[in-house]
């Protein structure tokens, strides 16, 4: 398979697969994300806001400079910054549209300090009103407001939000789609740990084999209506109802002159039936021929029930990455 991969797509690395590195504080969090790019993974990455400093959601241009110059010093840049905003003040008293703004401001403006393209919310989370306050503000700095739509948030399902960024049609608001979108089965490992929690092996089989079926899905609320989820795994079984999706690389057929980033979510490195590798593989056939020119972002979602070594995991996930992309690139050449 070839590693080249089209000349307007750029491979990056999410900074929040160090997330346990960054929780165990052994490192200061902006010292893990310049390791990213100085031990050779990737030039360019994705951080989170939130886990850099502890002056957030109001870190200081110094800040924001510093690890700006220190990636550059190792020949890395930020590309996406993910942002938050919180919808509530205590206690449980909604914030208005301007106070949310005015905690999302100060984060647009680190992330023009930082050098990214762009800033990333939830799709949907700003709403029409507080993306029309926005809009100047994203003008004025340059910037991209990724919403990002994950799992089962499909175009059919969330039809409004997207709707909402079609009708915008202004290149500063722009879709981030994660591939967790795309898949065709469930991880092995998560497997695994439902397995150890004592979910019912008739459904477990059912998961293994017909994870796509609709009444797969069924079964799953089923048992969760029943109250029989062991509360160890009570989490984890609700990602089948949110992280995980169900759908083709063919369903984004419609959105994606909206796209302007894809996070290429995996959670292990179990690419047997093609499971990690196909679902990229159809996104950049999906891509052959668009005007495309973004971020590809590995993404580690099984941190969460794994202690792999991060840099170990995305090192190998980037490779299997630029394979996949790359099988794409070369019909596009050809």
């Known amino acids: 398979m070839t590693t080249d991969i089209p000349a307007d797509w750029t491979l990056s690395a999410s900074a929040f697969n160090w997330s346990s590195d960054i929780v165990r504080a052994e490192r200061a969090a902006p010292d893990i994300a310049t390791s990213i790019v100085a031990d050779g993974i990737a030039s360019v990455i994705e951080v989170e806001l939130g ?3 502890r002056s957030y959601p109001l870190p200081t241009d ?9 990636l550059a010093a190792v020949g890395g840049r930020v590309s996406i910054v993910g942002a938050s905003i919180d919808d509530w003040e205590l206690p449980a008293r909604r914030r208005s549209d301007a106070e949310r703004l005015a905690f999302l401001l100060p984060q647009l403006h680190t992330a023009h300090r930082l050098g990214a393209t762009g800033l990333r ?3 949907g ?5 507080l993306l029309n306050h926005l ?7 340059e910037l991209v407001l990724f919403e990002e739509a994950q799992g089962r948030q499909t175009p059919s399902a969330q039809a ?3 709707d909402a960024i079609a009708a915008l049609d202004d290149p500063h ?6 591939i967790s979108m795309l898949m065709p ?4 490992t998560y497997l695994e740990q439902l397995r150890a929690g004592g979910i019912p092996s008739d459904l477990l089989s059912r998961l293994t084999d017909e994870w796509r079926d609709p009444a797969t899905h069924d079964a799953v609320m089923a048992l969760l209506r029943s109250g029989g989820v062991p509360g160890s795994v009570h989490t984890l079984y609700m990602d089948m109802l949110v992280r995980f999706g169900r759908s083709d690389a063919a369903d984004l057929r419609g959105i994606l002159p909206l796209v302007g980033a894809f996070h290429l979510k995996f959670w292990d490195l179990d690419d047997s039936d093609s499971r990690i590798s196909a679902p990229i593989q159809a996104l950049a056939a999906e891509l052959a021929g668009r005007d495309f020119h973004g971020t590809f972002t590995s993404e580690w979602g099984g941190l969460e029930w794994l202690d792999d070594d991060a840099a170990t995991m995305t090192r190998a996930h980037l490779a299997l990455a630029r394979d996949s992309l790359g099988t794409a690139g070369t019909r596009m050449v050809a």
């Open 185 to 188: 089965a469930l991880p092995p």
């Open 121 to 123: 919310l939830p799709i």
């Open 125 to 129: 989370q700003a709403g029409p009103a």
């Open 135 to 141: 809009l100047p503000h994203l003008h004025d700095l």
């Open 62 to 70: 110094a800040e924001a400079e510093a690890l700006r110059e220190s």
């Open 160 to 162: 409004a939000d997207y």
């Open 173 to 178: 608001v722009r879709l981030l789609i994660d």
């Open 51 to 53: 886990q850099l400093w």
